[in-house]
């Protein structure tokens, strides 16, 4: 078989497989769930393994004591979130009369300062751009939800996705040896190098991201509360978590924490505590945090990562979000492997090179 028969070969069948993975996206979650939990945990499961604990032994006690950790802190933190959003519910009509009150105002004098043409090319601008981009927000949300939640429910998802990902943790080396297995022969030390580079990008974006957003979360809730902020926890949970996506959650924890301080607080000085908390904590994760779990040379932009997430989740709703990352990464792999491949041809090099 020529070289260009087997490319086309495989280009079809990744065709078919994403073909494959659009169909079925509704009914992929429990599975790409349950994967996504196994490939984080494998390396816990290798590490009893390396002790002489049998395999099955190992992913059954890892597993178990994810779910079990889980468990714990939903049972902590859903009766103080609860708290708060009926807080929130209460107040409510309290801080939409203080934005009335305080708000529009200013934003009035504001406007009379302008010059008329100004103002009116700020509003059409205003409302051009606030309709796009709460329309993509909205496009978006509405295709993760109904591409996931509303096809399985809560229930099925976690009665799947344990079951899923403890199969795939058991198996997870006799799986990559049969894949290993199905490698074009004069290709596969190559596709192995690639894939190895992949992991490493992968494991440490994901991992190393994952445990930014826990410490994030937490400081950002314990720091919030103590500043007397109301719901400050849930502001601090939201924002750690959403620290996934480089930038927003700390944009989003900012602009919802001193927002609500400016309408809680008479006292300037209470506010700045608030901004100087969130301003710390950036500090933190850009020079600490990021460079020590994260590092620099996992290959993955901020902004191809954002990419990849809406792009995700416009197209394959939340099973898209949790495949982005992973295909950012090969992708971003790939790109690196075709440029090094293109520096050292004659496509760069000029045919002088080819004698």
Same mark, same amino acid.
């Given at each position: ?8 070969? =495989? ?59 889980? *468990? ?79 096809? #399985?429910?809560? *229930? ?25 297995? =199905? ?22 974006? *994901? ?61 300037? =000085? ?27 040379? *996992?290959?993955?932009?901020?902004? =191809?990562?954002? #990419? ?48």
């Amino acid at each position: 078989m020529t070289e260009s028969k087997q490319i086309r070969f =495989w280009l079809i069948g990744l065709g078919l497989f994403v073909l494959a993975l659009w169909l079925l996206a509704d009914m992929m979650l429990p599975f790409v769930a349950g994967l996504a939990i196994a490939y984080l945990l494998d390396p816990l499961v290798d590490r009893l393994e390396a002790v002489r604990l049998p395999r099955w032994l190992g992913t059954t006690l890892v597993l178990l004591s994810f779910l079990l950790g889980l *468990v714990l802190v939903s049972l902590l933190l859903l009766p103080l979130v609860q708290g708060q959003v009926s807080h929130l519910l209460e107040v409510l009509p309290t801080y939409a009369a203080l934005v009335k009150e305080r708000l529009i105002p200013a934003l009035d004098r504001l406007i009379h300062r302008l010059p008329a043409d100004d103002v009116e090319r700020l509003r059409a601008a205003a409302g051009t751009y606030a309709g796009e981009v709460a329309g993509m927000v909205g496009r978006v949300v509405s295709r993760i939800l109904s591409g996931g939640m509303a096809v #399985f429910d809560i *229930v099925t998802l976690l009665f799947i996705t344990p079951i899923v990902a403890f199969y795939m943790m058991r198996d997870w080396d006799l799986m990559v040896a049969k894949v290993d297995s =199905w490698l074009p022969r004069q290709h596969a030390e190559t596709i192995r190098e690639q894939a190895r580079e992949v992991n490493v990008t992968l494991s440490g974006f *994901v991992r190393g991201q994952a445990l930014v957003c826990v410490v994030l979360g937490v400081f950002y809730a314990l720091a919030l509360s103590l500043a007397g902020l109301d719901f400050g926890l849930v502001i601090g949970l939201l924002a750690g978590l959403l620290s996934f996506i480089p930038y927003v959650g700390s944009l989003f924890g900012f602009v919802a924490s001193t927002g609500l301080a400016l309408l809680q607080f008479d006292e300037f =000085w209470r506010v700045g505590i608030v901004i100087g908390i969130f301003l710390f904590g950036q500090a933190v994760e850009g020079n600490v945090l990021t460079p020590k779990l994260v590092g620099d040379k *996992v290959g993955l932009h901020a902004v =191809w990562v954002m #990419f990849a997430l809406l792009a995700g989740g416009s197209l394959f709703g939340f099973v898209g979000v949790l495949l982005a990352v992973p295909v950012a990464a090969v992708i971003g792999v790939l790109t690196r492997f075709a440029l090094r491949q293109y520096l050292s041809s004659p496509y760069y090099r000029g045919t002088d090179a080819e004698r």
